[in-house]
């Protein structure tokens, strides 16, 4: 079955600066790749998504991209504020199945 | 508003002690999640339900029970709570089954369960 690798398990940037954090998945078949925000004490929500047939989408500062050769995707998270601090979930799904597989999180410290 | 409802937020209990986690969406989903989540495992799946009386195993089924009497309620049931079903479960919902961003998974604000 399909499995989602997601690093780095933490991540401490300074405020303004860059943060990345990277997923990998098994199954080729794989075509809808969400990704999830849960911060402290609440809810995951769906912060952005990407399907198979584009490489990268954008929605103001963070961006998403997708490599299906190698199987992998990134959050990208620029000009990095305090309130981006959350937990982080990638996420899998392939259309013949309805389940959505999740990584095991990525905690965001952004240090003002 | 709409929203993925669950109750109790927290409970405790002891090993063996039958107990129920209720969840209900006022959005009219047809699909329907439960996840625990823990340290170091992210969130999974423990069972999902694609409409009314479809129910179906996810990642993590064992020691958990669910139905799907209505389309609005999705009840976890633990038979027999043991201390490794100790978790943060959270229920999802939405409009279908494969996920988009026009039908995004909503979940609700989690049940934090401690069996002793």
């Known amino acids: 079955g399909e499995n989602v690798e997601q690093h780095p398990s933490t991540l401490s940037v300074q405020e303004g600066d860059s943060a990345v954090i990277k997923c990998t998945y098994s199954d080729s078949a794989s075509n809808y790749f969400p990704w999830y925000k849960q911060e402290l004490g609440k809810r995951p929500q769906l912060i952005i998504d990407i399907r198979s047939n584009v490489g990268e989408k954008k929605d103001q500062r963070i961006a998403v991209t997708l490599n299906k050769t190698a199987k992998h995707f990134s959050l990208h998270i620029t000009e990095t504020q305090p309130e981006d601090s959350a937990v982080y979930f990638c996420a899998a799904q392939m259309d013949s199945s309805y389940k959505l597989i999740f990584g095991s999180g990525t905690r965001l410290l952004v240090r003002p | 508003e709409a929203q993925v409802t669950q109750n109790p937020r927290y409970l405790i209990t002891v090993t063996g002690k039958k107990l129920t986690v209720t969840c209900s969406q006022n959005m009219n989903h047809e699909y329907m999640s439960w996840y625990r989540q823990d340290p170091g495992l992210g969130l999974r799946q423990i069972y999902y339900s694609m409409n009314v009386e479809v129910t179906d195993k996810g990642d993590v089924p064992e020691g958990y029970k669910v139905s799907r009497k209505e389309k609005r309620n999705f009840p976890l049931i633990l038979e027999s709570p043991s201390p490794n079903q100790t978790s943060l479960y959270f229920c999802?919902?939405?409009?279908?089954?494969?996920?988009?961003?026009?039908?995004?998974?909503?979940f609700g604000n989690g049940t934090r369960l401690t069996v002793t």
């Open positions: 999802a919902s939405s409009v279908v089954a494969l996920h988009s961003y026009n039908s995004p998974l909503h």
